[in-house]
């Protein structure tokens, strides 16, 4: 993917992921009103993986001996973003709150940018550093309101410890997507780790119980599912797995920064919810982060090569 314009065009339709993901939070919220977390997901990713499991063998990609050449790889990559994230995501938030669960998740875009880094010597620089520094900062600002005495008044518990490991698994698997993804498709690797970390959800929901409650679910709560199952995990999952693939983790990472952007002004539009100027600043700062690191980036990176190109064609 040499051509400048279609890093742009894939920068673009990584926006739609944290869209997406935010949007899920309200979608979620509901849902889990009517069934256990653990339940929720499995059925979530389930779904999503039997309709990815079908574009897979109409498409003709199913490639066993990727399989049996990357299977310790997507493994690791189902136990960490699929089983091990979203397991204690849910389950934290029965002993937390939720600003603190987003508080440590907002950090995941710093450690994924160390990582690939310090892994995989991805590029680094000033402007990156101060797209991340300023998108951080923009995320503290909107979780928190922009009120310090909410920073100070803040409890932790074993729900944090939670929230941290939910924070590991998901650079983990950011990490490790960079990796197994060589020579393997964002596609085929999507289905089979959606596959296999819903195998490890249905077991946990054997135990957690309320299978009985499924059939009682509203309409709402089955149009909300339907949304998280096609928007927030079959096409999100595929463009991020497309965006670690092609652009790296650390650029990738940087847009889990505008998740929270997206569920607060979602649940301002559609679940009568209020926001703050304080919120509507840091939403700006964390906007032009992700550009300063993302887009413009790389079109210093390009304007480099055109200058190297004609310098040897002189």
């Not at 990357?70 to 979203?86: A, K, Q, V």
């Not at 149009?223 to 999100?236: C, D, H, L, Q, R």
């Not at 569920?263 to 539009?269: D, G, P, Q, R, S």
Request: with cysteine; aromatic share 14%; charged share 10%.
């Amino acid at each position: 993917m040499d051509n400048p314009k279609q890093h742009i065009k894939l920068y673009l339709l990584m926006l739609l992921v944290p869209m997406f993901w935010g949007a899920a939070f309200g979608a979620a919220k509901h849902v889990l009103t009517e069934i256990p977390p653990i339940l929720a997901a499995t059925i979530r990713f389930g779904l999503a993986g039997f309709i990815l499991l079908v574009i897979v063998l109409v498409r003709k990609q199913w490639k066993f001996n990727v399989l049996r050449r990357r299977w310790l790889g997507l493994l690791l990559m189902s136990i960490t973003g699929i089983f091990g994230y979203n397991a204690l995501f849910f389950t934290a938030l029965n002993y937390t709150s939720a600003i603190n669960g987003s508080l440590i998740m907002a950090t995941s875009p710093v450690f994924i940018t160390i990582g690939a880094v310090l892994l995989f010597q991805e590029d680094w620089n000033r402007r990156v550093g101060i797209g991340l520094v300023l998108s951080f900062v923009g995320v503290l600002v909107v979780i928190l309101k922009g009120s310090f005495h909410t920073l100070v008044t803040l409890s932790f518990n074993i729900g944090d410890l939670m929230f941290l490991g939910g924070l590991l698994c998901w650079v983990a698997h950011g990490l490790l997507g960079k990796v197994v993804m060589k020579g393997v498709s964002p596609l085929f690797t999507t289905t089979i780790t959606t596959l296999t970390g819903t195998f490890f959800l249905f077991i946990w929901s054997i135990f957690e119980g309320g299978w009985s409650e499924v059939v009682n679910m509203s309409m709402q709560s089955w149009g909300e599912m339907t949304f998280m199952v096609i928007f927030s995990t079959v096409i999100a999952f595929l463009l991020w797995n497309t965006g670690i693939h092609q652009i790296g983790a650390s650029k990738a990472g940087i847009y889990m920064n505008l998740v929270p952007i997206n569920a607060t002004w979602i649940a301002l539009v559609f679940y009568d919810s209020s926001i703050t100027w304080q919120q509507i600043i840091g939403m700006c700062m964390v906007i032009v982060g992700v550009y300063f690191t993302t887009v413009m980036n790389k079109k210093r990176k390009t304007n480099l090569e055109d200058v190297e190109w004609k310098q040897k064609a002189i």
